[in-house]
């Protein structure tokens, strides 16, 4: 089935990610309020385009995918609005939520979100399947962990973790989800497409975490 080829196919680009300095660091515990504040700052100007990427997504599926719409629909109504949950983060951990919004992405991220339009946009829209398994796949193998570490660490409240929290479980659903969507697709440059998507894309989402501040962090 094609989901477990897909998972073989990117694992050394996972665990390259995986191996990324800062994210050890903040899984040793190894973080301040800025540098959490950083994450969630780029988070939130990646996140806010995954609901229009998905209408452009589902809007380029050839009618041979017909029955996937639904299936983008689905992902649309749980995605719509996490942004703001991101701000909300980062209000209650004493940041500035507007500046965030209005402020620039970095240049990693502004890149990451360029692929994934120019993917759908003059690609093989099919893709962007392979940033969805990158972005859920990540969130459930770290997400829950890094916020109960850096909740301890920084001593914050719950309300400073409504984004990494509801991704650690979310996403549990949507990977059992993404799993079946992806055996439905058969096409062996359809196949191909994803899983280049998802190699790109394991390594653009790391360059967002080599691009945020690490330092000595007193243990």
């Known amino acids: 089935m094609f989901f477990k080829k897909l998972q073989e196919s990117t694992e ?29 700052t780029q988070a939130y100007h990646h996140v806010k385009h995954t609901t229009p990427l998905l209408m452009a997504f589902g809007s380029r599926l050839p009618d041979r995918y017909a029955g996937l719409r639904k299936a983008v629909a689905h992902y649309i109504e749980e995605e719509i609005g996490h942004e703001e949950w991101i701000l909300n983060d980062i209000a209650a951990c004493g940041g500035d939520r507007e500046a965030v919004r209005h402020g620039q992405p970095a240049l990693a991220t ?5 692929y994934a339009y120019h993917q759908i946009d003059r690609g093989n829209p099919m893709g962007f399947f392979g940033m969805v398994h990158v972005l859920e796949g990540t969130s459930t193998a ?15 409240p719950p309300n400073a973790f409504s ?22 697709v058969e096409d062996p440059s359809d196949q191909q497409a994803i899983v280049h998507s998802a190699n790109v894309m394991y390594r653009l989402y790391g360059d967002i975490f080599r691009s945020l501040p690490r330092g000595e962090v007193p243990s």
């Not at 502004?110 to 360029?114: N, P």
């Open 12 to 40: 050394i680009s996972r665990q390259s990610l995986f191996a990324i300095p800062v994210i050890i660091d903040a899984l040793q515990g190894r973080i301040t309020l800025a540098q959490y504040v950083a994450f969630l």
């Open 110 to 114: 502004e890149v990451m979100v360029a």
């Open 142 to 156: 770290l997400a829950t962990n890094a916020a109960s570490i850096i909740r301890d660490k920084l001593g914050l």
């Open 163 to 184: 984004y990494l929290v509801s991704h650690g479980s979310l996403d549990l659903e949507h990977v059992a989800f993404f799993e079946k969507l992806m055996n439905q």
